[in-house]
């Protein structure tokens, strides 16, 4: 009998089946060596950023042991999954926060399956120490039941920036970075990826920064998108950049069709002298990584898409504006023109769908994610939990309230979430 099979009829004699602990994470100040005499004091999860790959089937039930060896109170936010508020990791949900020094066991049934993500979700305000600037954050794997497309090799990419400072960026305050990498190396100082002509090789790539939007391209070679957000896409497509927001997930196989030793990274130049770039090596070559700046750097999700459902009985309008809260001060974030902690809760019925209809009359973009639930970029088949919304533009997204409990929607940009762009779902 499995271990899952004896739980399964542990539970149905009644019996409090005795929890065993699938993973532990241990939460503690690490230094990090990203590059040659680069050394970044940091935050992070058993020693290292990103954290360890947690790999898990669809539909196992797993618990999750996370010590906090700091003396800050912490939280683990589960990204991507659609499970119960008080495990969810966030505290405005009900998740309990971890005290210092303290523990928490977190059980939950892994689902739905693809690449999903785990990361801390407090605030860190002007704390370029805390929350999404700091190392904790790691992927999660949740193995479908069928692999969708075949490989050879599966290649996870975290992509994140180091040393963050202040600026004045139009007056306000902004956050710039001294370094960027790649599964916390800079380009050229960490192992390359090795591979081999005629590989097929699923990169599973993930923008943990927090606050920076990327795009990216693979020199010599072309990305067939096949997941966004770990959710498999309607059609599957070749592209030669990847535009990915804070928080945002792409699943693409690359043919290594083009012996070489090439660069994937920042289509940037300066993002990429930064640090933001890996090697990729054909087995037997030895050249110089070469990179090549791709033919264009047009991005659009719906290209993945397909007519999917159709307009839901109810539409939630949700106006984003920016209010200017003073020179050298951080901008304050409106949803409906009220900011978190006053923002409106967004009252649903179970069962029942709904559209967001964005409004950005703010002058940035916004990566905004719905916890605990996905969404359809309207009418496309696409989806998602994260979806960028460019400045002043409007655009639509489909949910179905298909997991009671508070839920939380917010901009996965640190700052703004930090200043009022953040709001709850209720059920009623
Ligand atoms: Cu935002």
Known sequence: MTRRELLALATIRGLKAQETVDYRLRIDHITLEIGPTTFIKTTGYNGTAPGP???MKEGQRVTIQV????TEPEIVHWHGLHIPSDVDGSVEEGTPMITP????RYTFVAAPSGTRWYHTHVMAMRNLNRGGYSGQFGFIYIE????????????FLALREWDPYFTTAEDSMDVAYKHATINGYKLGFGEPVRVKQGQRVMLRILNASATMHRRIAFAGHAFTVVALDGNPVPVRKSVPILELGPAERVDAVVEMNRPGVW???ATEDRDRKAGLGIIFEYSGQSTQPQWVAPSTERWDYTVFGQPGNGAPAETIPMVIEKKFAGSRWVDKWTINGKSWPKTDPIRVREGQRYRLAFDNRSDEAHPLHLHRHRFELRNTGIYKDVVVVPPKSVLDVDFT???PGKTLFHCHQQMHMDYGFMSLIEYR
């Not at 010590?67 to 700091?70: K, Q």
């Not at 020094?101 to 928490?104: M, S």
């Not at 479908?144 to 290649?155: I, S």
Request: charged share 25%.
């Open 101 to 104: 020094r303290g523990n928490a």
């Open 144 to 155: 479908p039941k069928n692999e969708p497309g075949h490989f050879d090799q599966e290649v």
């Open 401 to 403: 309230a298909g997991n």
């Open 263 to 265: 660069i994937l990274g």
């Open 67 to 70: 010590d906090n060896a700091t």
């Open 53 to 55: 790959l947690l790999r």
